[in-house]
């Protein structure tokens, strides 16, 4: 078998490798609720660069006559579109995430269950520490009714199941207050 028929059939394996790959990676942003960041861009890149390279590779060591030539570009438009497009697809997934994970009062008072994706920005852009009880209340709307991690000088909010790709238990806010009602401390729990 020559050279040129080899550098094809890895190519062809590694594009159905890549819509394998791609496939996994919308199915990983979506479950786990992925947004963007350094690591998951790298991750997105890192095999559209490798398809590129063994695209430019079998252009290399394929016979290159005038019909194959013509050939070749086609192909080379076409894998190179398609796997683009899958990258496109899964940063505008995270790109989304990224958006829906915005914390406002208005997305965490209407939806309970999705606050768990809301929490980090919460806690990244509101100082919750030295806040009085009324400002959180404010901010959060009434803490959830449960005995989960409850104290005499706490509040426990529900954020919905926990992130990751096995979701057993449920993820909790549980902010401490002192004898002023200031707030002076907070955790993320899980039950």
């Not at 990676?25 to 960041?37: D, E, G, L, T």
């Not at 660069?49 to 192909?75: A, D, G, M, P, V």
């Not at 309970?112 to 009324?134: C, F, P, Q, S």
Request: aromatic letters at 16%.
């Amino acid at each position: 078998m020559s050279v040129s028929k080899i550098v094809n059939y890895a190519l062809y394996s590694f594009v159905l490798l890549y819509a394998l790959i791609y496939f996994i990676y919308i199915f990983f942003i979506n479950f786990v609720h992925a947004s963007i960041s350094f690591m998951s861009i790298a991750a997105l890149l890192l095999p559209f660069i490798l398809l590129l390279f063994l695209q430019w590779i079998s252009w290399k060591y394929t016979n290159t006559n005038k019909h194959n030539k013509r050939k070749l570009k086609i192909r080379f438009i076409v894998i190179s579109s398609l796997g683009f497009a899958l990258l496109v697809f899964c940063v505008v997934m995270l790109g989304v995430n990224e958006s829906e994970s915005r914390f406002t009062t208005e997305r965490w008072l209407n939806d309970d269950r999705r606050r768990v994706y809301l929490v980090d920005d919460l806690i990244n852009e509101h100082e919750l520490i030295g806040m009085a009880k009324d400002e959180v209340f404010t901010l959060l709307g009434s803490p959830t009714e449960t005995e989960y991690f409850k104290e005499e000088d706490n509040v426990v909010y529900y954020l919905g199941d926990e992130r990751g790709i096995i979701r057993i238990d449920s993820e909790w806010l549980v902010i401490w207050f002192d004898g002023s009602d200031i707030a002076m401390k907070h955790e993320l729990r899980t039950d």
